[in-house]
T-cell receptor, first 115, second 112 residues
Framework: NAGVTQTPKFQVLKTGQSMTLQCAQDMNHNSMYWYRQDPGMGLRLIYYSASEGTTDKGEVPNGYNVSRLNKREFSLRLESAAPSQTSVYFC??????????????FGPGTRLTVT | GENVEQHPSTLSVQEGDSAVIKCTYSDSASNYFPWYKQELGKGPQLIIDIRSNVGEKKDQRIAVTLNKTAKHFSLHITETQPEDSAVYFCAARTGTASKLTFGTGTRLQVTL
């Protein structure tokens, strides 16, 4: 049981380049999330998917798109990267895990730098 | 929407002392308040949570208290150890939605 996995771990992009951050969970959770984490600002929700086939905007969706490919996978795409998108990105899913608790499980993060 | 404020932003305590982190929230309809611990290079992990029908919850050295009237909740860590050093986040959830609003984090350092 790997939990929530994210690829890549690190990425450097030039302004205007595009890329897709991948996320997968093996806990059979319905809901998945993408957050960005910036110093002094905590975690801010970009997009979320309450269930397979649905996606909704969070607090900071501009400049991003998402795809809920299936129940396991939820990807985040930057079509034209900007320096303001330099951040650490976390994917999460929510549901009951090994501890029997209903909680949000986070992946290890992707550190993205846009130059 | 919900707004969560967290204080202090940094906290340094000596090993064995207690640490307290405080959060306030704005939406009186919020009903679930988790606390997360984030170690360097890792994603946040849930350490304790409390629901709005409970005033206090304890799990070994950590406890959380909730004051619904004042709209604030606190994390208490007793007998701190070096491995408690991390960034701690509070969060709040409103209604049955699955979205959490996070505080800005507290960097706790436990010194020997």
């Amino acid at each position: 049981n790997a939990g929530v996995t994210q690829t890549p771990k690190f990425q450097v992009l030039k302004t205007g380049q595009s890329m897709t951050l991948q996320c997968a969970q093996d806990m059979n959770h319905n809901s998945m999330y993408w957050y960005r984490q910036d110093p002094g600002m905590g975690l801010r929700l970009i997009y979320y998917s309450a269930s397979e086939g649905t996606t909704d905007k969070g607090e900071v969706p501009n400049g991003y798109n998402v795809s809920r490919l299936n129940k396991r996978e939820f990807s985040l795409r930057l079509e034209s990267a900007a320096p303001s998108q330099t951040s650490v990105y976390f994917c999460a899913s929510i549901g009951v895990g090994d501890r029997g608790l209903y909680e949000q499980y986070f992946g290890p993060g992707t550190r993205l730098t846009v130059t | 929407g919900e707004n969560v404020e967290q204080h202090p932003s940094t906290l340094s305590v000596q090993e064995g002392d207690s640490a307290v982190i405080k959060c306030t929230y704005s939406d009186s309809a919020s009903n679930y308040f988790p606390w997360y611990k984030q170690e360097l290079g890792k994603g946040p992990q849930l350490i304790i949570d409390i629901r709005s029908n409970v005033g206090e919850k304890k799990d070994q050295r950590i406890a959380v208290t909730l004051n619904k009237t004042a709209k604030h909740f606190s994390l208490h860590i007793t007998e701190t150890q070096p491995e408690d050093s991390a960034v701690y986040f509070c969060a709040a959830r409103t209604g049955t939605a699955s979205k959490l609003t996070f505080g800005t984090g507290t960097r706790l350092q436990v010194t020997l």
